[in-house]
């Protein structure tokens, strides 16, 4: 099973910009589709985009469309979240997550990494 570590996270200014990063090692990188979700204080977590092994495929939860973009590095087995016009609503800890299959759904992504937090001051 692949081994998921996230880095990138901190404290931001509403409009600004982060970028995670998630190493991957102990797997077939190559092979997983790899999946971004976050978790709000009080709140379940959710999806934010996820993304195929050759990153052709890629999905966007409504909420980030069009300030969020995913990319992977598979020759560094790194998967990236750039996120630009943050919000204070995007404040949560961000999970990387691997999965066979391109989804939406949690339950499909079987590792995890230990999260980051991402916290936006308005």
């Known amino acids: 099973q692949v081994q998921l570590v996230e880095s990138g996270g901190g404290l931001v200014q509403a409009g600004g910009s982060l970028r995670l990063s998630c190493a991957a090692s102990?797997?077939?990188?190559?092979?997983?589709?790899m999946g971004w979700f976050r978790q709000a204080p009080g709140k379940e977590r959710e999806f934010v985009a996820t993304?195929?092994?050759?990153?052709?495929?890629?999905d966007y939860a409504d909420s980030v469309k069009a300030r969020f973009t995913i990319s992977r590095d598979n020759a560094k087995e790194t998967v990236y979240l750039q996120m630009d016009s943050l919000k204070p609503d995007d404040t949560a800890v961000y999970y990387c997550?691997?999965?066979?299959?391109?989804?939406?759904?949690?339950?499909?992504?079987?590792?995890w990494g230990q999260g980051t937090q991402v916290t936006v001051s308005s």
């Open positions: 997550a691997a999965s066979a299959v391109l989804s939406r759904h949690q339950v499909l992504y079987g590792s």
């Open positions: 102990g797997g077939t990188f190559r092979r997983n589709v």
């Open positions: 993304i195929n092994w050759s990153g052709s495929s890629i």
